[in-house]
Every structure is written in C-alpha cells, then in structure tokens.
C-alpha cells in the first residue's frame, strides 16, 4: 500500500489533468457463498436468477440509451455487446440445470460457471480474449448484485473531486461514475482499445492504466492523474499539487470548449505563414459538433473503432452510414479516413483475423493484412468511396513499408471504382489516396513513396516505437520511447525533404504533432499541415500565432546536429523560454 509520495507511470489512454481524491473501487464478486437448497426451492432460485438478469438487462438498456444520447449511437453500441452477454440464453440454460443437478444456490452455481468460462479468457495472452473475459465479469457483477439484493446506489453524486481507482472498469461503469460527477480514472488493467478506454475518450475523462494500481492505493488519498503524459502522483506534495492545478488551470476546465474562443482558423505564423491544423479521431462524440462548427479539418479518423465495437466487419452499408454521417458533418472543410489499422495490440485473433503472432506488432498488420483480406478491404473502399461525394473525403493507408504495397492498394482502388461505376453509383473519382509513413523503411525511401501518393502523413508515435525499438506501451522500456531522439528527426527531416522536392502535401500526425517543443521545429522544417489530439488544439494554434517561422527555420540545423534525446530538448527549451518571455 503507498502511504508516502510516489510517481507511477502507466499507459495514458484519455487524455486531460484531474487532481482530487482516490475512490478505491475493489473488485467484485469473486466468491460466493455456497448454500445448499431443498428441491422445493430449486424453482425459486432458478426465477430469482430470472429476475436479476431482467433488472440487469434493463439498467444496461438504460446505459445504452444514455450513451446514445450524450454520444450517439456508434458509441452507445458499446453496449449491445453487454446485453448479449447477460442474456445468453444457453449459459442461463446451464445455470439453470446445475441448480437443478446439484441443488446450490443461484448465486453461487452462476458466479461457478462465470468463472470457469473466464478463467481462460482472462489469462490469454490475445488482448482481446482478456478483454471479453473483463466484459463477462463486469456483466456478472451486475447479475450478482441483483441476486444478493444489494445495489450501490448509482444515482448519488460524489462530494467533491473523485477519481476513480479500479482494477477494472466496464462501459457502463465508466458513464454511470461519469454521470456521478467522478473526474477521471486510474485502472489496473485494460489497453487502449478496451470498451473502458473507448467510452472514456468519447466522454473526454482522462484515464490511465497502471499495472496492479488498484491494490495500493489508499482510499481518500490526495493523488493527480495526467492522462496525456501517463502519470499519476500518489500523496503529491503541496508544490506539485500547486504546479498541477496551475498546468490545469492553463488547460481550462473545459478543454476542448475553448476551440471555440479562437477567432482565426487556421492559425498563422507572426509573419503570416499559414499553418492548418486538424483532429485525430477515432470516436463520433460532442468533440464532433465543437471541430465543424469551427470548420477544422478531420486528419486522421480511425476506423476500426467499428471493427473493434463489433462481433465482426461490419458490411458495406453499415460503414457507408456511418462514413456518410462524418463527411456531412465536416462538410465545410474535410476528413481523412484511415482504413483499417487492424493488428499489434488491436485485433481479435479468432476467425476474422487468423492466429496469433509471437510478434504482432511487427507481424500481419495495417495494410499488409488489408492487401491479403481484399475482400474486407474492397467493402470498406466501397463504402468510404460512396461517401465521398460531397468532395471532402480522403483515403489514408496505414503501415505502408515499401512502394509496391501502396502500388497494390492503388491497384484495389482502381478495381473498386470500376465496379461503382458499372454500377451507376456516385463518387469522388478525383478522391486524394494517401500514405501514412510510419516505419523507418519508408521514411528511407520517401523521395520514390512521396511520387505516388496523393498526400503523406508522418505516424510520429509508431515511427518512434520502430526507430527506438521501444514499445511505447511498455513501462520498462519508457525511457527509450523519446521522439526527440535525434535519429527520429532525422526520418522527419527526411521525409519533410523528400515530399517538398516532390510536391505532395505532408502533414504531421500522433502526439508530437501538439508538442510545444516539437511545433516550432516543425513550422521551421516547412511543415504547414499539423494533425492533433483535439485537447491540443487551442494551445497549438495560440503558440502558432507567436512563432516567426523565419526565425524558427534557422532552429532546424543546430537541433538536427545534436547527439542526443537531450540535447534537442534543451535547444527547444531554450527557444520555448525566449519565446515566453517576448
């Protein structure tokens, strides 16, 4: 148990700062008691189980509906999968019987068989399989609750700033502590595709996942949660506290509702160079409304979160709808659809995808996996083709390693929009197709990728991962995960260089992208279009409007010229200071 000062670092999966007090939420319902029951009651004890699974369904189906309506109903589908979970009617059907066969008591014979069925769902090594096996606990906890008639009481607000430490947290936990008024999260266990992080981000809590967190943090302690960073502070001191809420207080309580505050989009440079910025997203939510009604462009929106949210691929004119929904709603400016970036850490291994890999992450993913499932690949062009024409739409190829993979996917494009012409169904036949350079590879051999593709996006976060060989999702590696890594800026550089000489458009993606040390290196690179984070935008584009990029191309030589992660960050230091105090 920590009871002095200690900083964690863990995986950062919703991004803000909360500061408040820890409500330790223990796990649930791992034993029950056993009783033995008469054959009387073996009836009574089978319509009990009924009854709970009842008021279960019921309070999911009002979490649904909750979530459609604060985030629409891609989000709230979330929670179809949960219904299906506790309404599995052949699990009840066993349930039922060992009731029978062994004359136990309801609670009991369930929570039995829940666990042998998530015993190996749980410590499989397929993120995914852990997943399900969290989601089927999380549903049983519920049915549990309900059969021993105890209920938290879940309409009670919290007394002032909660943050809620867990092992775990399921979908409906995360809306139902949101809608309390809790602040943020800090979990146990988990990733960043889970259902948990999805809802977070949609519902912009910051949260963070820290190894085994939940069992050392006393509850009601003083503790501050930077899910941008991936840091959590137990016991801060009274310096740190103050440093946070001064950091926090210059974010704004309501982060993302001052985009609406800046006047000039897109932002320009002191001396009138125009930089455009745009929102990586992956979730349709109130985030949304805030970005068209200000026109910002869309750079990267993540697809799979519907492959992800889903038993399967979903079809053609179920993605068609919800590509259709995105590009109306940025009609006024525009929105890059990646295709799938399936694979690493974001893939079922089942019958969709194939068997598990040793080494996913440098395994069958992104596009490589596209260009072997072309069928799934052909409907999901068919459906982003469909939705582009209003004109605004672009394609963005995700892992793309060598040219003859872009010249494949190209080639599937060509086929594609062949058939919808045969067909007499309306397009974009002009609809840019672009790459995204993530891996050193590619950055390598820009000047001959940069000729074919419409556009090129540089993916900052996997290509530090590939440079660095780092996992940036592993704690004992952290310190090696540096995108100010000389050799980094190096591949930037080099694919800033290669596009220029070309002429195809170039922006930045991934965290750097909303860095204030990494913006003014980039403007000074020529780089004009910078895709970000959305709680990064406000303070990206007031930094843009003080920076002369005549004065910041000439930061470019001597930060490329030094040996290490920190001597780059103390050159961009020194000019972020200067630049402070003009």
């Not at 003080?546 to 001597?558: E, S």
Request: with cysteine.
């Amino acid at each position: 148990m920590i009871t002095r000062r200690k900083t964690v670092m863990g995986v950062a999966v919703s991004a803000g700062i909360v500061m408040g007090r820890a409500q330790v939420v223990l796990p649930g319902y791992t034993k029950v008691a056993e009783v033995p029951i008469t054959t009387s009651r073996i009836k009574s004890e089978q319509r009990a189980l009924d009854r709970a699974v009842e008021e279960t369904v019921q309070e999911i189906e009002e979490l649904r509906d909750s979530a459609a309506q604060r985030l629409g109903a891609q989000v709230a589908s979330v929670f179809e999968a949960q219904l299906l979970i506790a309404s599995d009617k052949s699990f009840l059907d066993e349930v039922k019987n060992r009731i029978g066969i062994f004359r136990r008591n309801a609670g009991f014979v369930y929570n039995s068989l829940v666990q042998e069925t998530t015993h190996k769902l749980k410590h499989s090594v397929d993120p995914y399989m852990q997943a399900m096996g969290e989601e089927i606990e999380g549903v049983s906890n519920r049915v549990l609750s309900h059969l021993s008639g105890y209920r938290e009481r879940s309409t009670v607000r919290f007394k002032g700033d909660r943050i809620m430490v867990g092992k775990s947290f399921t979908p409906g936990e995360v809306l139902s502590y949101r809608n309390r008024k809790a602040v943020g999260f800090l979990a146990g266990e988990g990733g960043a595709n889970s259902h948990m992080a999805l809802i977070a981000r949609s519902l912009m809590t910051p949260m963070l996942i820290v190894d085994d967190i939940w069992s050392q943090v006393q509850n009601n302690c003083r503790i501050i949660v930077d899910g941008t960073d991936g840091r959590a502070i137990i016991n801060p001191s009274d310096e740190e506290w103050s440093e946070y809420q001064r950091k926090k207080k210059r974010q704004g309580p309501a982060l993302l509702t001052r985009i609406k505050k800046l006047t000039k989009i897109p932002p320009t440079t002191s001396d009138g160079r125009v930089i455009n910025v745009s929102a990586n997203l992956e979730l349709p939510g109130p985030v949304d409304d805030i970005l068209a009604a200000q026109k910002f462009p869309v750079g990267l929106y993540r697809t799979e979160f519907l492959y992800l949210n889903s038993d399967g691929f979903p079809d053609e004119d179920q993605q068609f709808e919800y590509y259709d929904r995105i590009a109306s709603k940025y009609e006024d400016s525009y929105v890059v659809l990646r295709t799938f970036d399936l694979g690493s850490d974001k893939v079922r291994f089942d019958g969709d995808i194939g068997p598990r890999e040793t080494n996913p992450a440098l395994g069958w993913r992104g596009i490589r996996l596209m260009l072997e499932m072309t069928d799934i690949f052909k409907t999901q062009l068919r459906a982003i083709l469909r939705a582009s024409t209003r004109g605004n739409v672009r394609i963005l190829l995700p892992m793309i390693t060598e040219l003859e993979e872009l010249q494949k996917a190209r080639r599937i494009v060509s086929q594609v929009k062949f058939s919808l012409r045969r067909a007499g169904i309306r397009f974009d036949e002009d609809i840019p197709v672009g790459i995204m350079v993530e891996v050193p590879s590619a950055a390598l051999t820009a000047h001959r990728l940069a000729l074919d593709a419409d556009f090129v996006s540089i993916g900052t976060n996997d290509l530090t991962q590939y440079t660095m060989s780092a996992d940036r999702g592993n704690s004992r590696v952290m310190s090696l995960y540096n995108s100010f890594h000389p050799s980094v800026l190096s591949l930037i550089q080099m694919t800033i260089v290669a596009c220029q000489q070309a002429g195809t458009p170039l922006s930045i993606c991934g965290e750097m992208a909303g860095d204030p040390l990494a913006l003014p290196l980039f403007i000074g690179m020529g780089v004009s279009d910078l895709s970000m984070n959305p709680a990064k935008i406000f303070d990206s584009c007031r930094l843009i409007s003080k920076i002369d990029f005549n004065l910041v191309k000439h930061l470019v030589g001597p930060v490329l010229s030094s040996h290490s992660s920190a001597g780059v960050m103390r050159k961009l230091q020194n000019y972020r200071n200067a630049l402070e105090k003009k």
